[in-house]
């Protein structure tokens, strides 16, 4: 039997998650806490294969292989024997500790416990269970299959022996790995989260249009997706929840939202996944 990985949270980062996995040869467990949820999540995966399948990047054989080797369940209990499990949960403090409270009681002494958390203090997280020297950043990047990026994110006991059987998973994965040590929003969103924020008060303060804003940074400074569109892919929640990280990991005003993100989460325009953010979809 291969190697187990546990996978908890089945929306788009852990079902992405799960299928790199699957697709490297593990048996994946998925647990989320509905029925419904998992069906979307295999459903997710199901379409995102079925495209390399139309670009003839895989064969249909290992399509039914892959999603073959991903077992759902609503129960904490299945991910006993995993050897790592990643957190995939909503970007919440209280929820996750919640989780790894759990694995901790659940899994083997010996499993890493991991969390793809995008801002969240991995240390904290550690410090919520028996064993801090098995706890881990892994943050995948969204679409996790096609993003080549994990950042690894060391707390302050995190062990060399957990760090380098997580750089080997990455490996395994297809990833690259790049290392930074537990700080609030790590690199890439304590990098990333001021830009998306300082484009919002640009849009609020009626500097420019939303397109303008989009497409002065796509032109001018040769990014993929402007800072807005990229905001609405994310999840303006989500982009809000960091930013309060920062804000009270750093208490430095340069990192407090900006009040129209914060009306548009009031009103759940939360971008791509409700039909409108910043834009209409």
């Not at 550690?126 to 064993?131: D, E, I």
């Not at 989260?193 to 249009?209: D, K, Q």
């Not at 993929?224 to 804000?247: E, H, K, R, S, T």
Request: glycine residues 8%; contains cysteine.
């Amino acid at each position: 039997m291969s190697e187990i990985i546990g996978v908890i949270g089945s929306g788009t980062m852990g079902n992405g998650i799960a299928q790199v996995a699957a697709r490297a040869g593990y048996t994946v467990v998925m647990r989320d806490v509905s029925s419904e949820f998992l069906e979307r999540g295999i459903s997710a995966i199901d379409r995102s294969l079925q495209r390399d399948v139309d670009k003839e990047r895989l064969s249909t054989e290992e399509k039914q292989s892959i999603l073959g080797r991903i077992q759902t369940t609503t129960e904490l209990e299945e991910l006993r024997e995993a050897s790592l499990v990643i957190e995939a949960v909503t970007e919440d403090l209280a929820v996750k500790t919640e989780v790894f409270k759990a694995l901790d009681r659940i899994t083997q002494p010996e499993t890493v416990l991991a969390s793809n958390t995008s801002s969240i203090s991995i240390t904290r997280l550690g410090a919520a269970t028996s064993r801090p020297d098995k706890v881990i950043g892994m943050h995948f990047m969204n679409p996790v299959p096609v993003m080549k990026l994990v950042e690894v994110i060391r707390g302050i006991a995190t062990s060399n022996e957990t760090y380098e059987k997580v750089r080997g998973l990455a490996d395994k994965l297809g990833k690259t790995a790049l290392d930074c040590n537990d700080s609030p929003g790590f690199v890439s969103n304590r990098v990333l989260m001021p830009m998306i924020n300082e484009a919002v008060f640009t849009l609020y303060e009626g500097v420019a249009t939303r397109e303008s804003i989009d497409g002065i940074m796509k032109l001018g400074m040769n990014h993929p997706m402007g800072p807005l569109a990229l905001a609405d892919f994310i999840g303006l929640d989500v982009c809000l929840a960091i930013l309060n990280v920062l804000y009270d990991g750093f208490g430095d005003p340069k990192y407090r939202a900006c009040p129209l993100l914060k009306r548009y989460v009031d009103a759940g325009w939360l971008g791509r996944k409700t039909g409108r953010g910043f834009y209409e979809y």
